[in-house]
């Protein structure tokens, strides 16, 4: 057996026959190794996460000679004193660091644990960073190795699966240029990071908190919509424009005042006939007509003496249109989303509203936007909208994303890196230098929209900086590989 046999490489050994390793925590070796007798330990190491304890007491347990831990070093995340908390209170019955909450590795036996606490002696010494003052320590406590277990003590891992990963609790941001992308892209997002809670109709759920999903080039012609026969729902059932210029199916409950048998009310009834005779989108048609740049072309559903105590109140509130740059955008507000079974449905019939608004008021149709306050997919769907996914979500490649903050060429110049930055529409806006793919990345930060975009021009500048160092800038070229020397 080769040890350490996690994260060797990030490990420096020392010398076999000591009993003493260091865990300097967040401080790089680099800072204290050299000041150190190689011969008075016997490996030294970090713990930068409390996810690395499980690790730290596996390479201990494969290990069962070294019997004194010193701990030094930066604690920046509290993977220190998780460690001091397992070595001094142990875990509970939930396999959970007392008072910590870190979890350890669910493969390594209980008896292994108890066995290690007894036998390894901490030394806490956390903030101490000098390698001058860590050496001292060191010699301090330097020890022979001495077995205390007869045989390395090896167990399993699996990698981790999540059901939920960790997010902020509000705020998520999604654009795509149709409806259907848009969909498959929320859906992934809703699964693996929606948290899991109960409704009001007690059924399990998948949930984000104000889902925010911008569409920008979805046909204006719901003929022409970006339906797939995958949705859970048929295009007959999505509806379509008839002789008389009407919509059947859904598009016709939205954008008309009629009623539909079996319903209590109708988006289009709220927006079309609100109280009995309000056409709001008539009213903000007017508005806009009257002051292009209005902001108060609002449309609500929400009826407060009749909602407040409904056992279905509309899910969607609110609706606004603004005009810029004589485009209609059209913004709308969910209380609560199906994003599996009505977000795709919703979406297409917002955006049949926003074109029937747009040629209203005489204006091209712009971006929709779509805010979903509760984002959610019900725990009956969850298999569904998993293989939905599975099947139909393909990664985009980060070239092709169109990022609205602009575009940018990678440029060499000895000694410099020059990144020119470009508008969507071409015009060079600025140019950025820098010595290295750090210095360019933290300055580009702030332009750049796009994760996927984010990612790339890392990439680039990477490569930029290694051309630069060989001394071969010619054999640099945006999007493609370094030409050989």
């Not at 309000?278 to 806009?288: G, P, T, V």
């Amino acid at each position: 057996m080769t040890w350490p046999i996690y994260f060797a490489s990030n490990l420096t050994l020392g010398n076999a026959a000591s009993g003493l390793a260091l865990c300097l925590l967040w401080t790089p070796q680099e800072r204290v190794v050299p000041a150190l007798d190689p011969m008075s330990y016997a490996l030294v190491g970090n713990l930068y996460s409390r996810d690395g304890v499980s690790f730290l007491v596996r390479n201990l347990l494969a290990q069962p000679w070294i019997t004194d831990l010193l701990l030094c070093g930066k604690d920046l995340t509290g993977s220190g004193g998780a460690l001091v908390a397992f070595l001094r209170d142990g875990l509970d019955e939930h396999g959970r660091i007392k008072g910590d909450g870190t979890r350890l590795h669910p493969e390594i036996s209980t008896t292994a644990l108890e066995l290690l606490r007894r036998s390894v002696r901490l030394h806490d010494y956390r903030g101490r960073t000098r390698g001058s003052d860590v050496a001292v320590l060191v010699a301090q406590h330097r020890c022979a190795a001495r077995a205390w277990a007869t045989a390395p003590l090896i167990f399993p891992y699996h990698e981790p699966e999540s059901s939920t990963l960790p997010s902020a609790p509000m705020g998520v941001l999604v654009r795509a240029p149709t409806i259907r992308t848009a969909y498959l892209q929320i859906i992934w997002h809703v699964l693996h990071y929606g948290q899991r809670s109960a409704t009001q109709q007690s059924s399990d759920q998948r949930e984000v908190l104000d889902l925010l999903t911008v569409v920008s080039d979805e046909p204006d012609d719901p003929a022409q919509c970006s339906y797939a026969d995958w949705m859970p729902f048929s295009r007959a059932s999505l509806g379509e424009r008839q002789a008389d210029g009407r919509y059947s199916g859904y598009l016709g409950q939205l954008l008309h005042a009629d009623g539909s048998a079996g319903l209590s009310y109708t988006y289009g009834a709220r927006l079309r006939a609100f109280g009995g005779d309000l056409d709001q989108i008539a009213a903000m048609a007017k508005e806009l007509e009257a002051a292009r740049a209005s902001r108060r072309a609002v449309a609500v559903l929400w009826a407060p003496e009749e909602d407040a105590i409904s056992s279905n109140p509309p899910c969607l509130n609110v609706i606004q249109a603004r005009i810029r740059d004589e485009r209609l955008h059209l913004t709308a507000y969910f209380r609560s989303h199906d994003i599996y079974r009505a977000w795709a449905n919703n979406a297409y019939g917002l955006r049949a509203l926003q074109s029937e608004l747009a040629r209203m008021v005489a204006s091209d149709v712009g971006e929709l936007a779509i805010l979903s306050h509760s984002a959610h997919i019900y725990a009956h769907d969850w298999a569904a909208a998993e293989a939905l996914i599975t099947q139909q979500l393909r990664p985009s490649d980060a070239r092709l994303q169109r990022d609205a903050r602009g575009a940018f060429v990678i440029l060499l110049e000895p000694p410099e890196i020059v990144v020119r930055h470009y508008s969507p529409c071409g015009e060079h806006l600025q140019s950025l230098r820098g010595h290295s793919a750090r210095e360019l990345g933290r300055k580009l930060a702030p332009y750049v929209g796009e994760i996927g975009h984010a990612l790339y021009l890392g990439q680039e500048l990477q490569k930029a900086e290694l051309a630069l160092q060989l001394g071969r800038a010619e054999a640099y070229h945006q999007d493609q590989p370094l030409e050989a020397g």
